[in-house]
């Protein structure tokens, strides 16, 4: 299909919106706790978009074991994964924290080869040494400009794993006719009450200033970033669907830009190769599933994993 203007427009929206969502996190942190951001962030996307679905658009609600699903892909998608995130991103630059989100493809199809018997082919393991590299340059001199910490990547990777199980499950049920922002919505608000307790108990006045730092990085993480750039996600699969797919590439080149616009994170030859890698191996794992012989219906049913950022 020819890439129109429109096309194009939506896709840089998406990819620049999706990009912002580790920088909008740390101007968060700069003046509250981590907890804090997320559950408010949580409670506003989440009430937007089921007000959206059964005010506006009047969908039907879940149903039966429709609950239990959403409850463990809450848990899974948006406790542990957004949890364990904003937790690292106190020690992870933004750029680094967009350079994970990006690679997070990657390490979806190795998890799916390890639970499912899926056949892991050289390609694959190609892409993510690329990966892994380029994300080991890029943290290199953050490291040792105090950046980010050896703690707070491994936690990244913890929360990517956890993201991960989540899209797998999410691809794996069956969600009948249930719509996408029914789905979303009921999701973000369960994964918020799981972790509610956990902020009641860790709760400290003095650390929160409801500034504009707070409630621009918070309301953006949750209007722009988990809403209007998932919709733009999910028209570009319904548009282009053989090649929406790398417009995910462009976001660790925004993520980088967008910090060291903002945050004044610096940019170097390192920052710059371990882009470059990245994107690299992306380019080649897509390549390699061959995304364009994928049906339409199956991408659609995979984009929607991209509501937690």
């Known amino acids: 299909m020819k890439m129109t203007w429109k096309i194009i427009l939506m896709g840089l929206t998406f990819s620049v919106l999706w ?19 997320s559950i408010c962030r949580f ?46 991103m106190q020690n992870v630059s933004a750029g680094l924290g967009s350079l994970f989100i990006a690679v997070n493809p990657v390490m979806i199809s190795f998890i799916s080869a390890g639970l499912f018997g899926h056949r892991i082919t050289l390609v694959n393991i190609i892409s993510l040494t690329l990966c892994i590299a380029g994300v080991i340059l890029a943290a290199l001199p953050l490291l040792q400009n105090s950046y980010a910490t050896a703690g707070g990547l491994l936690l990244m990777v913890a ?13 794996k049920k069956n969600w009948s006719n249930l ?29 929160n200033t409801f500034d504009i730092n707070f409630w621009g ?30 417009w995910l590439f462009l976001c660790p080149i925004f993520g980088f ?6 945050l004044n994170e610096p940019l170097s030859l390192f920052t710059l190769w371990g882009v470059i890698l990245v994107i690299a191996g992306l ?3 897509q390549q390699g599933k061959r995304i364009w012989l994928i049906p339409q219906e199956k991408l659609l049913s995979l984009g929607k994993r991209f509501i937690k950022n």
Do not use: D
């Open 19 to 37: 990009a912002s969502a580790s920088t909008a996190t740390k101007i968060g942190l700069k003046v509250a706790q981590p907890f804090v951001i």
């Open 43 to 88: 409670f506003i996307a989440g009430l937007i978009m089921l007000f959206i679905s059964h005010g506006i658009r009047r969908n039907r609600m879940p149903v039966k074991t429709e609950w239990r699903q959403l409850m463990l892909f809450g848990l899974l998608n948006i406790s542990i994964y957004l949890g364990l995130y904003i937790i690292a």
């Open 159 to 171: 929360a990517m794993l956890a993201y991960s199980l989540g899209t797998i499950y999410f691809t």
């Open 179 to 207: 719509h996408v922002l029914t789905i979303n919505g009921w999701q973000t608000i369960l994964g918020g009450l799981f972790l509610l307790p956990i902020l009641l108990l860790t709760y400290k006045e003095q650390q």
């Open 217 to 246: 990085g918070t309301l953006w993480l949750a209007g722009p970033v988990s809403i209007v750039a998932v919709l733009c996600w999910l028209q570009l699969l319904n548009k282009t669907a053989s090649t929406a797919a790398y």
């Open 257 to 262: 830009l967008i910090s060291n616009i903002t």
């Open 283 to 285: 380019f080649i794992v």
